[in-house]
């Protein structure tokens, strides 16, 4: 089967982030890029759940058409919502969902659920005075000076068609 990219999401995406852990609620993302890659630094930070929001259009969706919602890369987690409905969660390439039921032709909102690992917290809290942090944990891992793993939804966000070929 050959897949066909029909549309390719881009920004701004809207991104709220886990409350109680450092980054601001609510941003607004013009591209995707790396947590660890934004000017704020407690973004760079961040580790749990963030939730990116985007609605795209589509004109004509094909009777019987075999769609999928790619995510590109993902670090780590990803849950994807699309018009309300529940697509699932993935933690390792493929970042694929099958979109068939929640597709429509015209506006289409999505909703993506991006969870990284504890590590950039972890390093970011290294630098901090104790009372200052957000983590709390028995061994220090980290110093603070560590490289910070790439994390949050990086794309390309695109809708396939698989053509039966």
């Known amino acids: 089967m050959a897949k066909q990219t029909i549309a390719t999401i881009e920004g701004p995406w809207e991104v709220s982030f886990q409350e109680n852990r450092g980054a601001p609620s609510n941003v607004t993302f013009e591209s995707l890029l790396s947590w660890t890659e934004n000017p704020d630094e407690t973004i760079n930070y961040f580790s749990g759940t963030a939730t990116y929001t985007n609605s795209f259009d589509l004109s004509e969706i094909q009777e019987g058409g075999n769609y999928q919602i790619d995510l590109g890369d993902v670090k780590n987690i990803a849950e994807v919502t699309l018009n309300g409905q529940n697509l699932g969660a993935v933690w390792k390439t493929p970042f694929v969902f099958n979109a068939n039921?929640?597709?429509?032709?015209?506006?289409?909102?999505?909703?993506?659920?991006?969870?990284?690992?504890?590590?950039?917290?972890?390093?970011?809290?290294?630098?901090?005075?104790?009372?200052?942090?957000?983590?709390?944990?028995?061994?220090?891992?980290?110093?603070?000076?560590?490289?910070?793993?790439?994390?949050g939804l990086l794309g390309p966000v695109e809708i396939k068609i698989l053509n039966k070929k």
């Open 101 to 151: 039921e929640a597709l429509k032709s015209g506006e289409n909102k999505l909703e993506i659920k991006v969870t990284n690992t504890w590590v950039n917290r972890l390093i970011g809290d290294a630098k901090k005075k104790p009372e200052e942090r957000i983590t709390f944990t028995t061994m220090p891992f980290y110093q603070g000076d560590e490289p910070l793993p790439t994390s």
